[in-house]
């Protein structure tokens, strides 16, 4: 019988969900910026939505690159690597920004969005992995966290907890 990996599944569901929340952080005076100065109702409805795509693009490629890892993978110790252990290129980090926004999140579409990520959070429970890592041939390394980490972790969790009632309660 094949075994799973016994993954940090939730590690890798809030490390994600703060690397979102970045996103959106930073994305916000790009929008308020731009969305003042354009007249049209369509356009304002899109822009949001292509602003923080862009965003989360860069944002989760540049620092996978160049500080290995995002903010979120670096408060939960989780780091990426090939199959084979060694440093990924920057091709296929890109590739995978691509991925996750586009099938785990689904374009943050709202609605659509909370589908995809159901079906990521299936997948990576079912499989031990994420679609795309299976296709890119990443595989996620976790590290041993300290106390303080999870002091942070728990403090995290609690900030986005409270942002995601927020979002609930203005959504609806």
Known sequence: MNQKPNNHYTARILAKVFDIKVAEILSLPLREFIL????GE??????PYIMTFIVFIIYDTSFQFFAKGSLGKKIFNIHLVSNENQEIPITIILYR?????????GF???KISILFALFSIFYLFKNGTTHWDKVL???IVFKQISIFRMV???FCFLILLNSYFRLIKDYY
């Open 42 to 47: 369509i356009l304002n409805q899109i822009l």
């Open 97 to 105: 920004s691509f991925y996750v926004f586009c099938f785990g999140l």
């Open 108 to 110: 943050m579409i709202p």
């Open 152 to 154: 942070m972790i728990a």
């Open 137 to 139: 041939k990443i595989k």
């Open 36 to 39: 003042v100065r354009i007249n």
